[in-house]
C-alpha cells in the first residue's frame, strides 16, 4: 500500500507548455503540501492545505496553482513552463500540527526543455 | 524568520566510522525537529524526531537530542553502514511547515 503516491514520476516537456503533476494519500491525513527540490537538494515548501483550504502560499509565480479536489488529493498546475522550474516536486502529508511528522511521495522529476 | 543551518557535505566515510552531522537552527517559540533521510531516486523518509527541549531521537541507531540552549539537533551515528549512505536533512516544524536545512551528502565506503 503506498501511503502517499504521485503521478508521473517523470515529466519532460517544452517550455510555454502547460503540466499538472497529481498527488493522493490514503492515510487519512487533513493536511498537504507541495516541495520543490533544485538540482543542488534544496528543499522548500510551496503550498500547504488543511482540509481542502489553502493555509500556506511562499511566494511562488502565480504560474503554480495547486487544487485540492478532496482531502486525499492535491494537484499542481503550472502554466506556461520555465527553465528554470526543473526540478524534482515532492507531495507530503501530516496529521494538522507542528509536532507530527510529513510523509513523502516518491517525488515527480520535472524537465523543462 | 524559521531557518536551518546543517553541516556541509559531502562526508566520506569507511564502515563501522563514527557519524556526526551539525544542524543549528533559529527559531520564534519552540519547533518540533525532525532529521529526515533521502535514498537515492527516492522521497524523504523520516528518520528520528524530538518535539519539546531535552527529548531525544532515535532509531537505527541514529540518535539526536534537542538541545534548546545551544539551538541544535545534532545527528550522531555510532558505527554506519554501506546501507546509510543517503542524503540527511535537518529540518524544523513550525506554522504548519518544514524548513530544511541544506542537507548532508554521507557516503559510506566497505
Known amino acids: 500500500d503506498t501511503a502517499v503516491s504521485q503521478t508521473p514520476k517523470y515529466l519532460v516537456t517544452q517550455m510555454g507548455n502547460d503540466k499538472s503533476i497529481k498527488c493522493e494519500q490514503n492515510?487519512?491525513?487533513?493536511?498537504m503540501y507541495w516541495y520543490k527540490q533544485d538540482s543542488k537538494k534544496f528543499l522548500k515548501i510551496m503550498f500547504s492545505?488543511?482540509?481542502?483550504?489553502?493555509?500556506i502560499n511562499e511566494t511562488v509565480p502565480n504560474r503554480f496553482s495547486p487544487k485540492s479536489p478532496d482531502k486525499a488529493h492535491l494537484n499542481l498546475h503550472i502554466n506556461s513552463l520555465e527553465l528554470g522550474d526543473s526540478a524534482v516536486y515532492f507531495c507530503?502529508?501530516?496529521?494538522?500540527?507542528?509536532?507530527?511528522?510529513?510523509?513523502f511521495g516518491p517525488g515527480t522529476r520535472l524537465t523543462v526543455t | 524568520g524559521n531557518s536551518v543551518t546543517q553541516m556541509e557535505g559531502p562526508v566520506t566515510l569507511s564502515e563501522e566510522a563514527f557519524l556526526t552531522i551539525n544542524c543549528t537552527y533559529t527559531?520564534?517559540?519552540?519547533?518540533?525537529l525532525f532529521w529526515y533521510v533521502q535514498y537515492p531516486g527516492e522521497g524523504l523518509q523520516l528518520l528520528l524526531k524530538?518535539?519539546?527541549?531535552?527529548d531525544k531521537g532515535s532509531n537505527k541507531g541514529f540518535e539526536a537530542t534537542y538541545r534548546k540552549e545551544t539551538t541544535s539537533f545534532h545527528l550522531e551515528k555510532g558505527s554506519v553502514q554501506v546501507s546509510d549512505s543517503a542524503v540527511y536533512f535537518c529540518?524544523?516544524?513550525?506554522?504548519?511547515?518544514?524548513?530544511f536545512g541544506a542537507g548532508t551528502t554521507v557516503t559510506v565506503r566497505a
Open positions: 507530503a502529508s501530516s496529521q494538522a500540527g507542528d509536532s507530527y511528522e510529513q510523509y
Open positions: 492515510l487519512g491525513h487533513d493536511t
Open positions: 492545505y488543511n482540509n481542502k483550504e489553502l493555509i
Open positions: 527559531a520564534t517559540g519552540y519547533p518540533s
Open positions: 524530538a518535539t519539546k527541549a531535552d
Open positions: 529540518a524544523l516544524s513550525a506554522d504548519y511547515k518544514l524548513s
